[in-house]
């Protein structure tokens, strides 16, 4: 492999976007697709199925081997609260890359999220610097429109594998007007798991992460994040 | 995200090419049974037989590494066999009872 080869993939894989290299294994000549080039090329097909569940492999012919490179999985959680102080160590268990942004600094202190990443700004400011994609979940968790609901316009936007929305049934209604106004299409909106986490009756902060934590999986793993076609 | 570039081997292969040691790079292309490490696995390997990484868990890095040596002498890519050891007694393989293929190339 060319050198400037391998520093193109590490290039896509450190912006966290998905490529492929693809060896002839018998010659060593090698050439990188990267996924937003992946449509146009010959083997579009069964490159688009490698995006969508992360493996790598060798071709049927025996000679051509795909190193497919997906961005690792990871959750924003919007709000320092309860329900994060429990999600962010559960989801770290389960692989995932996590951060947490609130802009309420009584919220988002190290004492009360001593492993997170923690940023205490808006996250209107945040995401701006480091966009969502469609490798990463979303769940807003503060209760407040003024800080949920840009970012979950964002993860619609982003493709995000996974968006969760705390709240109960008519808390959700009122968001569903106030993102209808803002221009969000139904079939959009329904995107959105609302009231988040899977139903197992789940009453304390801990059993709510554990419900959201399963829902995320459930979209992870059945339907991969590399499916979206957004980003 | 900082943690996992820094313990990466792809990142380690550029750093090391970058540092002008001479590089190969070996990758888990096919596996059957009860492979120890999952296709697309990568072992980095430099001219002086340091590596970083893993394609067996340890069964046969030793030999990956030795093939590697003459990758780089050769600049030549070549593809290695293992199969389960009992069978092949004198050489290295897996204990695990699995079989590998490791495709190692010169990173140019």
Same mark, same amino acid.
């Given at each position: 492999?060319?050198?400037e080869?391998l *520093?193109a993939?590490?290039? *896509? ?8 290299l693809?060896?002839?294994t018998?010659s ?6 990267k ?9 579009? =097909?069964e490159?688009?199925r490698? !995006? ?7 071709? =049927?012919?025996g000679?051509t081997f795909?190193?497919v490179? %997906?961005?690792?999985a ?6 320092? %609260? ?13 692989g995932?890359?996590?951060?947490i942004i ?5 919220f988002?202190? =190290? =004492? ?5 990443? !923690?940023?205490?700004e808006?996250p209107?400011? %945040?995401?701006k ?28 936007a &982003?493709g995000?594998?996974y968006?969760?929305?705390?709240g109960?049934r008519k ?7 106030r993102l209808t *106004? ?10 959105i798991?609302a009231p988040?986490? !899977?139903d197992?009756?789940a ?5 709510i992460a554990?419900? %959201? !934590?399963?829902e995320?999986? &459930?979209a992870?793993?059945?339907?991969p994040a590399? &499916?979206?076609e957004?980003? | 995200? #900082?943690t996992?570039? #820094? ?8 750093a090391w090419?970058?540092?002008g ?5 070996a990758?888990?292309v ?9 296709? +697309? ?7 002086? $037989?340091?590596?970083?990484?893993s394609?067996?868990? +340890?069964?046969?890095? $030793?030999a990956?590494? $030795? ?6 002498g050769?600049g030549?890519?070549r593809m290695?066999?293992f ?7 004198w050489r290295? +393989?897996?204990?695990?009872? +699995?079989?590998?293929?490791?495709f190692?190339e010169?990173v140019?």
């Amino acid at each position: 492999m060319r050198g400037e080869l391998l *520093e193109a993939l590490n290039e *896509e894989r450190a912006a966290r976007r998905a490529a492929i290299l693809v060896t002839d294994t018998l010659s060593g000549e090698a050439r990188l697709v990267k996924k937003s080039d992946a449509a146009g090329d010959p083997l579009a =097909e069964e490159l688009s199925r490698r !995006l969508r569940s992360g493996r790598s492999g060798m071709l =049927e012919d025996g000679r051509t081997f795909l190193t497919v490179s %997906v961005p690792p999985a990871r959750l924003v959680m919007i709000g320092a %609260v309860h329900i994060s102080q429990a999600l962010a160590p559960m989801a770290r268990l389960a692989g995932l890359d996590t951060t947490i942004i609130d802009p309420r600094t009584a919220f988002a202190t =190290e =004492e009360r999220f001593p492993e997170a990443e !923690l940023i205490a700004e808006w996250p209107q400011e %945040v995401l701006k610097a480091r966009p969502l994609d469609a490798y990463t979940a979303l769940a807003a968790l503060t209760h407040d429109p003024k800080i949920d609901d840009y970012p979950l316009q964002a993860a619609l936007a &982003a493709g995000c594998f996974y968006i969760g929305a705390l709240g109960s049934r008519k808390t959700h209604g009122k968001r569903v007007e106030r993102l209808t *106004e803002a221009g969000i299409a139904a079939g959009e909106l329904e995107r959105i798991h609302a009231p988040i986490g !899977l139903d197992i009756g789940a009453a304390s902060p801990a059993e709510i992460a554990v419900a %959201v !934590l399963a829902e995320l999986i &459930a979209a992870l793993r059945q339907a991969p994040a590399a &499916a979206s076609e957004t980003a | 995200m #900082q943690t996992l570039m #820094q313990t990466d081997t792809l990142v380690t292969a550029e750093a090391w090419r970058k540092e002008g040691r001479k590089v190969a790079l070996a990758t888990v292309v096919e596996t059957w049974g009860s492979a120890p490490r999952p296709v +697309g696995s990568h072992l980095v390997i430099d001219e002086a $037989g340091n590596f970083e990484g893993s394609v067996s868990g +340890g069964c046969v890095e $030793g030999a990956v590494v $030795g093939e590697a040596l003459e990758v780089i002498g050769a600049g030549e890519p070549r593809m290695l066999e293992f199969g389960v050891a009992d069978e092949t007694a004198w050489r290295v +393989g897996l204990s695990c009872g +699995g079989k590998i293929k490791v495709f190692v190339e010169p990173v140019s």
